[in-house]
């Protein structure tokens, strides 16, 4: 699953008219990158879920035939269910047990074949090098388990696998994959790995240019 609802509101004026995952590096959509890497790793059925002007992302990528995948979409209209919301509602599409998921607005060369085909517990994070807008970290890695407190925490990368029950009792509606995430931990039902390969969150438009400009390098 990619998670392209998000408002992109701290990337206006660029995504006024369009949506982030459409902003463009090199000649290319941001999400056809983590398209064709899905493609890559052997994925076949991904599914999109979308907000405000999702329609135009529908038109931009179709039923996903020319990256070799079939894309069904989750659409959320104006309101977006936020990350846990809008997981919940695609569990449908995504058929039983794990699925990976990927935050739209990343811009990574990990290859999602270094994931664990049935990791111990509910979910399995990828974390990152903190970045200077998060310098305190979100999650601390602890001999492969992941943990709420420790002395080296990371952040989180924006990709995991995670496993339906993990979202056992949640109700439809808004709500962040935080609280399940924080859970899961302190039940140590959450595994995890430190990937120090490329990987940015591009969330303004200063950190889109940055990306523009390593790819004219």
Excluded at 43 to 60: C, D, K, P
Excluded at 77 to 94: D, N, S, V
């Amino acid at each position: 699953m990619i998670l392209a609802a998000g408002r992109g509101e701290r990337m206006r004026p660029l995504t006024d008219d369009t949506p982030k995952p459409l902003l463009e590096v090199a000649g290319k959509p941001l999400i056809a990158y983590h398209l064709e890497r899905l493609a890559a790793a052997g994925v076949h059925h991904v599914v999109i879920n979308h907000g405000r002007l999702g329609h135009l992302i529908e038109t931009a990528l179709g039923d996903g035939r020319r990256f070799g995948l079939s894309i069904a979409y989750s659409a959320e209209g104006e309101q977006p269910l936020e990350t846990g919301g809008g997981i919940r509602q695609a569990l449908p599409l995504l058929g039983g047990g794990w699925f990976i998921a990927i935050n739209a607005d990343v811009w990574t060369d990990y290859d999602c074949k270094r994931l664990p085909d049935r990791p111990e517990g509910l979910a399995h994070l990828v974390l990152a090098p903190n970045p200077a807008h998060n310098p305190g970290g979100d999650f601390a890695l602890d001999g492969g388990r992941i943990r709420n407190t420790g002395p080296s925490r990371h952040t989180f990368s924006g990709i995991g696998l995670y496993h339906h029950e993990l979202f056992a009792g949640c109700a439809p509606g808004c709500f962040s994959m935080t609280p399940l995430l924080r859970a899961a931990a302190d039940q140590d039902r959450l595994s995890g790995e430190l990937y120090t390969g490329l990987w940015r969150d591009i969330g303004t438009p200063e950190r889109l240019e940055e990306i523009r400009a390593l790819c004219r390098q």
